[in-house]
């Protein structure tokens, strides 16, 4: 076996490469949008979050500092959950709470405390009394909040604007202008979203979409498991041009 390649329970008739993407990919493990670094099978198309594909067999979360969680490769019963984090329903791998009965996908429940690309800064709250920039409630879900206090996004919504376009994005991967085109109206309505938000002048306005605009860059990066990436591909222009 490669240094690159792993063995997997979920697939054990191949090896899975380390390899990565530019381009959104579902998780086979927990069901969720991926993006950056993956453990994949090609002859398959068969892919793993890293997360998902090496994952701690237990772990604790500073949210919830009396429980233990442990991995786990399905929900538990027979009655459907969701992740404390992002309120989406768990349908495959993940983080479970015996005591406490919480449940974490494996991208939330690894979410970094802290983003930061040495100018912005994003924290990482489990509830704020700001309204969120996307959905302009308060309360909610996780949220990540700059350090100035003038952007939060719920993790909720960021994942929110992933499925609203998640079946064109996968569908459409290599499709080019076409599907280019396509997406651009839908990832995300994020600019008169703020605009709502912010009365001020044109100037100001601009500045703080932009900043909002790189901040869900930040948090898009980190929810599809890949706080590394800065999506210089498919989702970062279509960002760039909302």
């Known amino acids: 076996m490669k240094y690159n390649e792993i063995s997997h329970f979920s697939h054990p008739q191949h090896n899975l490469k380390l390899e990565y993407s530019e381009f959104p990919f579902k998780c086979d493990g927990c069901k969720e949008a991926g993006i950056g670094s993956r453990y994949k099978c090609t002859a ?51 983080y479970h709470c015996t005591s406490c009965g919480f449940d974490l996908h494996p991208c939330c429940a690894k979410l970094p405390m ?59 991967r290599g499709k080019g202008s076409t599907t280019m085109r396509k997406l651009e109206t839908r990832i995300p309505s994020l600019k008169n ?24 860059q930040f948090v898009i990066s980190a929810v599809l498991g890949d706080p590394t990436t800065l999506i210089a591909g498919l989702i970062g222009t279509l960002i760039s041009r909302a």
């Open 114 to 172: 802290v983003l930061d690309d040495g100018e912005t800064k994003l924290y990482l709250y489990r509830k704020v009394s700001s309204s969120c920039h996307r959905c302009g409630r308060k309360g909610r879900s996780w949220s990540y909040r700059s350090s100035c206090k003038k952007y939060n996004l719920h993790v909720a919504c960021v994942r929110e604007m992933l499925m609203e376009s998640w079946s064109e994005i996968y569908a459409g």
């Open 193 to 216: 979203t703020l605009q709502t938000h912010h009365r001020r002048g044109k100037g100001k306005v601009k500045k703080c979409c932009e900043m909002a605009g790189l901040a869900l």
């Open 44 to 94: 398959c198309d068969f892919d793993l979050h890293t997360h998902c594909a090496i994952p701690s067999p237990t772990i604790a979360h500073p949210f919830y500092t009396k429980c233990s969680f442990r991995f786990l490769s399905r929900p538990p019963g027979d009655a459907p959950r969701y992740c404390n984090a992002c309120e989406k329903d768990v349908t495959g791998f993940l």
